[in-house]
């Protein structure tokens, strides 16, 4: 596609409840990453996927947090027994290398845990 | 990677020139500074990036001091669709492939 395209736009959740969300990089992009960004502050780096490898998760907050890339293009994020901290706009980006220009993030999810 | 700072917020009128100033005191000889912007309810969106020479393309000019310790990103004649937070990131392109947010300059560019 011609962008970064992420689903669903917005998701409310019931507290302890898994949501899914879905992330489908430009086509050809290696890089893909996800983001955290909570209201008001700049996103903050969740994990890194190479291909279909997991190369960095790091940022993940928790391990209710998982993500996948199994066939090195369509990426979920799952998080398990959401809770009101995990409410917060999700953000997808790929890049075709880690080297030269940026990285093209879509529009998010927002996730809003009640 | 080293660590940026902007001023909160800035203002402007349309049609004028805007200069975001970040500084990167800290910035190593490999480090790159990289701009981007997010307009409300949008992902992050790359402007520009640069080394040490000033770059400019068709969105902005970038202006790294000779130290290189801090940079200016100018838009030239701000518009409205202008109005967005603006971060600056300074980036190693060889082995940190990730990008560190700040808190970003908040932009409005008035009518």
């Known amino acids: 596609g011609a962008g970064v395209s992420q689903s669903p736009r917005y998701k409310v959740a019931k507290r302890g409840q898994d949501v899914a969300l879905r992330c489908d990089p430009i086509?050809?992009?290696?890089?893909l990453f996800w983001y955290q960004q909570a209201l008001g502050q700049g996103p903050e780096f969740l994990t890194y996927f190479q291909n279909e490898a997991q190369l960095d998760k790091s940022g993940l907050p928790s391990d209710r947090f998982f993500a996948e890339r199994p066939e090195g293009s369509v990426s979920t994020l799952k998080i398990q027994r959401t809770q009101q901290e995990d409410s917060a706009v999700y953000l997808c980006?790929?890049?075709?290398?880690?080297?030269?220009?940026?990285?093209?993030f879509g529009s998010g999810t927002r996730l809003t845990v009640v | 990677d080293a660590k940026t700072t902007q001023p909160p917020s800035m203002d402007c009128a349309e049609g004028r020139a805007a200069n975001l100033p970040c500084n990167h005191s800290?910035?190593?000889?490999?480090?790159?500074v990289y701009w981007y912007r997010q307009i409300h309810s949008q992902g992050p969106q790359y402007i520009i990036h640069g080394l040490k020479n000033n770059e400019t393309n068709e969105m902005a000019s970038l202006i790294i001091t000779e130290d290189r310790k801090s940079s200016t990103l100018i838009l030239p004649h701000a518009t409205l669709r202008d109005t967005a937070v603006y971060y600056c990131?300074?980036?190693?392109?060889?082995?940190?492939?990730?990008?560190?947010f700040g808190s970003g300059t908040r932009l409005l560019v008035r009518p």
């Open positions: 086509s050809g992009h290696v890089s």
């Open positions: 980006a790929s890049s075709f290398s880690l080297t030269g220009g940026g990285y093209t």
């Open positions: 990131i300074v980036r190693r392109m060889d082995s940190s492939y990730k990008l560190i």
């Open positions: 800290t910035i190593s000889g490999n480090e790159y």
